[in-house]
């Protein structure tokens, strides 16, 4: 009999993966974390038991927290990743000849050790000399930080454990200050269908700190419900609305090496259902 593995929303449903063949399991100073191979998605990260990266569906979500700002802001040199440990997002900041300096700043080594282990071709940036990898509470780094970051991605857990502090004013009001001006803040901010509550709390929060709050949507096979939400909020950077909004030299050479992500879509993924309005208009 095969195992499995699942995840149950506190709604009461969720995801089920045959897992084949158990790779890693141990406890860190903040987390339970595991990988499990399985046919269906390859390689799977979960953290907690919460599922996070796997092999199959990861550029889903890395392609859409990455090119979307990325190709919004004119210029982005320095970059800073809150979490995202798994490397993934750093992988496709790399694809920008623009950056000069990515900080990722993830709370747990053990994330970014079993990443370079299990997930090579999601962790294949973390080398990079562009990159420093600093691994502590980036709720204590961003304190004092000011006028640095063209862009700021917020690749965290859900806002429970260590990541709950990632959701809030306090928070948000650090990023906003180590901000350049000119730049973009996206956090993940949940599943719209699946953790309706934690998404309509992240953007009361964030409306009360940043002047241009947008969220947009797309498909995450693996997360709750399948549909997932990220934030673009600016001081003076509106959603972009057409091509002349974009970066659309860049954007052609970049939808070149994405599975999912094109121009088209970039200006799609802001036309959210009703429902998601609702949430993020609180
Ligand atoms: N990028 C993945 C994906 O496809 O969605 C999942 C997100 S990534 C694994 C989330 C990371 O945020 C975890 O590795 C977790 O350790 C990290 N994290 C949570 N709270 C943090 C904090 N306060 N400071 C820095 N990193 C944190």
Wanted: charged share 25%; hydrophobic share 35%.
């Amino acid at each position: 009999m095969t195992n499995l593995y699942h995840e149950i929303t506190p709604e009461g449903f969720g995801i089920a993966i045959e897992e084949d063949k158990y790779l890693f399991s141990d406890k860190s100073d903040f987390q339970t974390v595991d990988v499990f191979h399985s046919r269906a998605f390859g390689n799977v990260l979960t953290l907690d038991g919460l599922m996070m990266v796997t092999e199959r569906d990861e550029f889903f979500y890395h392609e859409m927290i990455v090119h979307i700002p990325m190709l919004t802001h004119k210029n982005p040199e320095n970059i800073l990743v809150i979490g995202g440990g798994d490397g993934g997002t750093v992988r496709e900041l790399l694809k920008y000849d623009s950056v000069k300096h990515i900080d990722m700043v993830e709370i747990d080594g053990m994330v970014i050790d079993v990443s370079k282990k299990y997930f090579p071709t999601v962790s294949c940036g973390l080398e990079d000399k562009r990159v420093s990898v600093l691994v502590q509470d980036a709720i204590d780094f961003i304190k004092g930080k000011e006028n640095i970051y063209d862009v700021v991605l917020i690749d965290s857990t859900d806002p429970i454990g260590p990541g709950e502090g990632l959701f809030n004013e306090n928070f948000y009001n650090n990023v906003k200050r180590a901000l350049k001006s000119g730049g973009i803040v996206v956090p993940q901010t949940e599943g719209p269908f699946a953790q309706s509550e934690n998404m309509q709390k992240t953007y009361k929060l964030l409306r009360k700190v940043f002047k241009f709050v947008a969220p947009y949507t797309g498909p995450m096979p693996t997360y709750p419900g399948g549909i997932w939400s990220w934030g673009f909020c600016s001081e003076e950077v509106n959603i972009p609305v057409s091509y002349s909004d974009i970066n659309i030299k860049e954007a052609e050479k970049i939808e070149n090496t994405c599975k999912l992500y094109n121009k088209d879509l970039h200006l799609a993924c802001f036309k959210v259902p009703n429902f998601v309005k609702e949430l993020a208009n609180g």
